[in-house]
């Protein structure tokens, strides 16, 4: 019985984090600031990292490169955000951002067919 | 478990095969680096200011003329073009060179006095191959907490209070020593390749490189400043070796690509 309790408790708790993993996440807390997810978006938080000394927050969108790269130009243009970098010639995103004391890097690319978001801090 | 789970977890799995590579010219490698040109270029502008309020710069109306045209002549074949390179001359006899990451490029005059045009062109391709490769971003990258690598690449004249001033020089200054302190033996012999590639595109002798090298290594038993250089880009003896063994390579590759 207390394991049949246990195993169905950590089932929920599985089931849970892929609700939030898949539908949970609308904004994201960089520094205190709650900087908008595109609609749709998903945490991807296996991708493969290498050694950063800070964060990085992964997600995945079913989306077109360019619909996700528009949504933050015009997210950044118009909230006043000081942008070094920004679309590149294969139409991928990159570009370290910052306001008032807040700082961190925007990156949207895509591969394999999804469209991927990366933010570091 | 439910048949319903495998979905999720299927597009799961399928994120986590997901790299955030991006090619690379030089190494010919798709790489993990997550400052962009801009960024890159930023970082280095600052760092040249902490670079020039600690050394002189030197200005004869000729060498930094001469600098400037072996190294735009070698930039425009290198594997990373897009970057505008710079080329200035430090008033130090030392025998040495050095990068900052954007294409900041300083010769020191000792080696401005002691080598000719193709000698120079291998040198400049080495420091050059650095920052196509990026191996100082890498380093900086990796040793440095993104927070600071932002501060310094916002900090912009004009738009920083004093507490700010001081996070950014002392953030400038950390990026200085890492690449100061120089790079591993394999970086180090990958920019002497790239060095000697870029020479060589650039219709300069690819050998000049081993006689710049042996130079260098001769100024030490002529009580020249050479400490500086050894110090930085070691394994002299190995690098000459290397290059004699990779020049006539290089030259029937690139002839029979052509």
């Not at chain 2, 930023?42 to 600690?54: D, Y």
């Not at chain 2, 690449?179 to 060095?195: C, H, M, V």
């Amino acid at each position: 019985m207390k394991n049949k309790i246990l195993s169905t408790g950590l089932f929920l708790i599985f089931i849970i984090s892929i609700a939030i993993s898949l539908y949970g996440n609308d904004f994201i807390n960089i520094s205190g600031m709650q900087i908008p997810l595109v609609p749709g978006a998903r945490a991807a938080n296996n991708l493969t990292q290498e050694s950063v000394q800070g964060k990085i927050a992964n997600f995945t969108v079913n989306k077109p490169l360019a619909e996700v790269v528009n949504f933050y130009n015009s997210f950044l243009q118009a909230n006043g955000f000081s942008v070094i970098g920004g679309q590149e010639a294969s139409g991928s995103f990159n570009a370290a951002v910052k306001k008032d004391n807040v700082q961190f890097s925007l990156r949207i690319y895509s591969e394999g067919g999804f469209t991927y978001l990366q933010f570091i801090w | 478990m439910p048949k319903r789970i495998f979905l999720p977890l299927f597009i799961i799995c399928l994120c986590g095969c997901a790299t955030l590579n991006v090619y690379n010219a030089a190494t010919g490698q798709n790489e993990f680096i997550f400052i962009n040109d801009a960024t890159e270029i930023a970082i280095g502008k600052n760092v040249a200011q902490e670079v020039t309020q600690k050394q002189k710069l030197w200005y004869d109306g000729i060498s930094e003329a001469r600098i400037a045209a072996v190294g735009k002549r070698v930039a425009e074949v290198s594997d990373r073009t897009n970057m505008q390179y710079e080329f200035f001359v430090l008033d130090t006899d030392e025998l040495n060179a050095m990068a900052l990451p954007g294409g900041i490029v300083y010769v020191n005059k000792g080696l401005v006095c002691k080598l000719n045009d193709d000698e120079m062109a291998f040198i400049i391709g080495h420091e050059i191959g650095h920052v196509a490769a990026k191996h100082a971003v890498k380093k900086v990258q990796l040793n440095l907490t993104y927070q600071l690598l932002l501060t310094v690449a916002f900090a912009f004249a004009g738009q920083k209070d004093q507490d700010t001033a001081t996070t950014i020089a002392n953030a400038s200054n950390q990026i200085y020593n890492l690449i100061a302190l120089g790079y591993n033996r394999q970086d180090e012999y990958f920019a002497d390749k790239l060095g000697a590639k870029y020479a060589y595109k650039a219709g300069y002798d690819p050998y000049a490189g081993i006689t710049a090298l042996e130079k260098i290594k001769r100024g030490e038993s002529e009580n020249i400043k050479v400490l500086e250089y050894l110090r930085t880009h070691p394994y002299t003896d190995d690098r000459i070796k290397t290059l004699k063994e990779l020049i006539p390579q290089l030259s029937s590759s690139y002839q029979a690509q052509q």
